[in-house]
Every structure is written in structure tokens, then in C-alpha cells.
């Protein structure tokens, strides 16, 4: 039994007006992993390729010891997309029906355990669902396939706080299981606070950080000031005649007295990396 889950090695995907380039990383058994980055960095495409739905130009994808796509991996594989994938004129008592004979390890308990658990109501269609019954959803069917790997894409996206918290929650219980691994793209960088192992950063389709979560705020910092921005720093912005902008806390010491440094979060970090990028482009 391989100790990561996925790996993707240099992985290219090329549109006419987009491109992610050069994307490597790993996901560890018994980790989470959150993946982050602006609209448009090419979280989607790194999943989509993850799960064969994209055919790279160039790179290596594994996942679980299989090419990305593949039966063998996808049979272990339990996705949550942000719109639910079951057709809206379907009853939700009935989706096991539908979707078990696609699954060999579906579990119908699990699955009408999980919708009453989440408050889904089981003689309601799909179509009729809020969002964040919808979201809900696509969690239970996705869990009710006993997967190894969890894979959620912006499922939190435009749900109230009590929603995203059960998301969590399910996501802790899931992550009780040392042999289990989570991959979870996001816009909403808090919920990865007490939740993710990783932190993969992505803008304009490359991987602007990679590493241990507590670290990316340990090797960050925001630097604040007034006059000409200094060197050594990550897309500053303006506000009247103050500066602010990412900067390396290794760095902090050469910035000196006249310049205020704080702690980065990880929406810090999105920002200025992503205007850094696109100053680079100019």
C-alpha cells in the first residue's frame, strides 16, 4: 500500500487562453490537503485531471498507485463538486438506487443514514434542494461509496457558517481513518484553519507555495508603510499614501523601524501572490 494518495508530477494542461503549467505535488495518506488560489488559477483543471476528466499535455498523474481515470481509481475516489451531480428531477430516496450499481463498495445504509444526518429530506427532488442541501447531498453520496480519497471542490462555497461547520465535522470524522486523504479546493481560507495538514497556492496556473499549513503563516508576513515600496516584496497595494504588501519573515529584519510587519493569512498570502503574478505579466 503506496503512502500517498495522488501524486501529480509536472503536470501541463494548455488552452487557447489558459494554462496550468509545471503543478507537482503529493497527497499523503492521513493528511488534508487544502488547494487555494484566486477564480481562474486552475484548481478545477488540477482536479478534473485527477480524475481523468482532463487529459494533460505533459506530466505524470497517479492516484492510488493507478493513472489518473482509471476503474481501479476511481473506485476509491469520492467526489463533492459545488453543484450536485445528480439530475434534478430525481427523488433523493432514489439516488442509491441509480448510483450504487456504478460503485462496488456503495454502502445504502450509509447513504440514508448520512442524508437524514444532514437534515436532507428523503422524498424531496434534487432541483427543489437549497444549496446547501444540494452540497449535503453530494457529501452523503460521495461517503456512501467508502472511499479512500475525498475530494471536494468549492463545496462550501455560498453556505452559512452552520453548514460549512458540518461539512467539517464530516470531514474530521472521515479523516478518523489514518488510511484516508482529503483534497479540498476552496475559496473560503478559514475553513482550512483547523482542517488541513498542506497548503497548495496556485496563480495563473502554476504553484505559488507549497508546504505545511502552520508554516505558510510562519514564512509570511505582511509589511505595512508609507513613501517608496522596498524591494523583497509580494504585490503591494495602495491605500492613499500607505503601502502594504507580502513579504518573507525572513526578510523582516532589513525593512526596518518605519515599516510595520503583522502576521499573513492565508488570504494575505492569495492576494499579494496573485498581484505579484499579474505585475509580472505587464
Given at each position: 500500500m503506496t503512502d500517498d494518495m495522488a501524486r501529480i508530477a509536472d503536470l501541463r494542461v494548455?488552452?487557447?487562453?489558459?494554462?496550468?503549467?509545471?503543478?507537482?505535488?503529493?497527497?499523503?495518506?492521513?493528511?488534508?490537503?487544502?488547494?487555494?488560489?484566486?477564480?481562474?488559477?486552475?484548481k478545477t483543471t488540477v482536479i478534473r485531471s485527477l480524475l481523468g476528466l482532463v487529459h494533460p499535455d505533459a506530466g505524470r498523474i497517479e492516484v492510488l498507485g493507478q493513472p489518473a481515470g482509471s476503474s481501479a481509481a476511481l473506485s476509491k475516489i469520492g467526489v463533492v463538486?459545488?453543484?450536485?451531480?445528480?439530475?434534478?428531477?430525481?427523488?433523493v430516496h432514489s439516488l442509491g438506487r441509480r448510483l450504487g450499481p456504478f460503485y462496488p463498495n456503495w454502502d445504502e445504509d450509509r447513504f440514508l443514514e448520512l442524508v437524514d444526518q444532514f437534515g436532507v429530506p428523503r422524498d424531496q427532488r434534487v432541483d427543489e434542494l437549497s444549496r446547501g442541501q444540494g452540497v449535503k447531498l453530494s457529501l452523503a453520496a460521495a461517503l456512501a461509496q467508502r472511499p479512500e480519497l475525498l475530494i471536494l471542490d468549492e463545496p462550501s462555497s455560498g453556505l452559512d457558517p452552520r453548514s460549512r461547520r458540518d461539512i467539517g465535522d464530516v470531514i474530521r470524522q472521515f479523516m478518523v481513518d489514518p488510511q484516508h486523504a482529503v483534497l479540498f479546493s476552496t475559496h473560503i481560507t478559514t475553513d482550512l484553519d483547523d482542517l488541513a495538514d498542506q497548503l497548495i497556492v496556485l496563480v495563473g496556473g502554476r504553484v505559488a507555495h507549497r508546504g505545511i499549513l502552520p508554516d505558510a503563516k510562519d514564512d509570511f508576513a505582511m509589511a505595512r508603510g508609507t513613501g517608496e515600496v522596498p524591494d523583497g516584496t509580494f504585490g503591494p497595494q495602495y491605500s492613499g499614501a500607505q503601502w502594504s504588501a507580502l513579504i518573507r519573515t525572513e526578510d523582516s529584519a532589513a525593512f526596518g523601524p518605519?515599516?510595520?510587519?503583522?502576521?499573513?493569512?492565508?488570504?494575505?498570502i492569495i492576494i499579494h501572490l496573485a498581484a505579484a503574478h499579474e505585475e509580472a505579466r505587464v
Open positions: 494548455t488552452r487557447p487562453n489558459f494554462e496550468v503549467s509545471e503543478v507537482s505535488f503529493v497527497i499523503p495518506r492521513g493528511q488534508v490537503v487544502g488547494l487555494v488560489g484566486p477564480n481562474g488559477a486552475g463538486l459545488d453543484q450536485p451531480t445528480a439530475a434534478g428531477d430525481w427523488r518605519d515599516v510595520v510587519i503583522d502576521e499573513a493569512t492565508i488570504d494575505d
